[in-house]
């Protein structure tokens, strides 16, 4: 059974850092496709960044040269280190690993809450 447990959400002023984990348990962690989602009240979902198998990276926009995605397979964690924090970027953020027969991220974590005062 496969399980995402994400923290490290908190209050926090603008400019300032966050790291955001997700510990995975139930999948071959080393090699698959792993992301970070947020979605802020009233909003769509957004993608927010994303790491293949192989440990290229990928990010939003809004979010580039701001945040860092990265893992460590040696404790089957995900992370993302986010700086220079707006209250744009207050959301739920979600950790989503991708089902590795069906290429779909199929399984979700039950989020942390970021929350950016101005």
């Known amino acids: 059974q496969v399980q995402l447990v994400e923290s490290g959400g908190g209050l926090v002023q603008a400019g300032g850092s966050l790291r955001l984990s997700c510990a995975a348990s139930g999948i071959i962690f080393s090699n698959n496709a792993m992301r970070w989602y947020r979605q802020a009240l009233g909003k769509e979902r957004e993608l927010v960044a994303g790491?293949?198998?192989?440990?290229?990276?990928y990010y939003a926009d809004s979010v580039k040269s701001r945040f860092t995605i990265s893992k460590d397979n040696a404790k089957n964690t995900l992370y993302l280190q986010m700086n220079s924090l707006s209250p744009a970027d207050t959301a739920m953020y979600y950790c989503a690993a991708r089902n590795a027969a069906t290429l779909q991220y199929a399984y979700w974590g039950q989020g942390t809450q970021v929350t950016v005062s101005s």
């Open positions: 790491i293949s198998g192989s440990g290229g990276t």
